[in-house]
């Protein structure tokens, strides 16, 4: 695969992201409806920060811009030094590929692959050869307690271990950001809590987090909480 070619730049080295005056819209038939209103934020290498909003506010469009999956309108994007808002596709593909692991609400498993075939996927993508691939994942495997669990599908398992496969996956590269969206939206309470216990354990162990939520309780086991409302950040 291409190499990310979006330079590093020194002067923003200091956060893992920092985004400058961020303004995104949509088009509604003549109308440009403004969604991300002058965001400025920033995230510290090894911080977890929970973004808390009600549906409408803004946040899943800040989250796909954060994942590289959407372009702002305007403004300054930097994502472990490298300046996003200057990427091309290739570009964007690499980043997401390589400095995001992405932890989705309905866990985006393949259903036909086993655990290990899931996991291993974004080493793949990367060019790695199959058996290194496994290697690399074991560990993983074993710390998120899916050992006894590597040959089932996931129709075979719990929501809560669905979850931890898909934590594997997002882990498994070593991104710059773990980006969680709604990730104990599809759980029972207990499987939720099981879930928060784990990024706070992951945090403790380095991993830059960055979750979206619209539950205050989810939002309460982050470090820092950052409210959307309007799209408009406050802390």
Same mark, same amino acid.
């Given at each position: %695969? ?16 920092? %985004?400058?005056?961020? @303004?995104?819209?949509? @088009? ?12 400025? +934020?920033?995230? /510290? ?5 929970? $973004? ?20 702002? /309108? ?27 692991? +992405? $932890? +989705?609400? @309905? ?10 075939? @899931? ?21 993983? $495997? ?14 075979? &398992? ?8 898909? !934590? ?18 599809? &759980? ?10 784990? +990024?706070?354990? &992951? ?5 830059? !987090?960055? %979750?979206?939520?619209? /539950? ?7 470090? =820092? !909480?950052? =409210? !959307?409302?309007?799209?408009? &950040?406050?802390?």
């Amino acid at each position: %695969m291409k190499e990310i070619q979006a330079e590093k730049h020194p002067d923003h080295m200091e956060h893992m992201i920092e %985004m400058i005056h961020i @303004n995104k819209g949509y @088009n509604l038939g003549e109308e440009k409806v403004p969604v991300l209103k002058n965001i400025c +934020f920033n995230v /510290d290498k090894g911080e977890y920060v929970a $973004i808390l909003g009600p549906s409408g506010s803004g946040k899943t469009t800040l989250m796909n811009i954060i994942g590289c999956m959407d372009v702002m /309108d305007s403004g300054e994007y930097y994502l472990n030094g490298r300046a996003i808002h200057e990427a091309d596709e290739d570009d964007l593909t690499g980043v997401r590929n390589k400095e995001i692991g +992405f $932890i +989705f609400q @309905n866990y985006q498993l393949i259903p036909t692959y086993n655990v290990v075939q @899931n996991i291993i996927m974004p080493l793949l993508m990367r060019g790695y050869h199959h058996e290194e691939a496994e290697k690399m994942c074991t560990e993983t $495997i074993k710390m998120l307690g899916l050992s006894h669990r590597v040959d089932h599908k996931p129709n075979e &398992l719990s929501g809560g271990q669905k979850q931890r496969v898909s !934590i594997a996956r997002a882990l498994v590269g070593n991104p710059a950001i773990l980006l969680a969206d709604e990730p104990t939206g599809a &759980l029972d309470s207990a499987s939720g809590k099981d879930v928060l216990k784990l +990024f706070q354990q &992951l945090n403790e162990m380095g991993n830059t !987090i960055v %979750m979206i939520t619209h /539950d205050l309780n989810v939002a309460k086991s982050a470090k =820092r !909480i950052v =409210r !959307i409302v309007d799209g408009q &950040l406050s802390e």
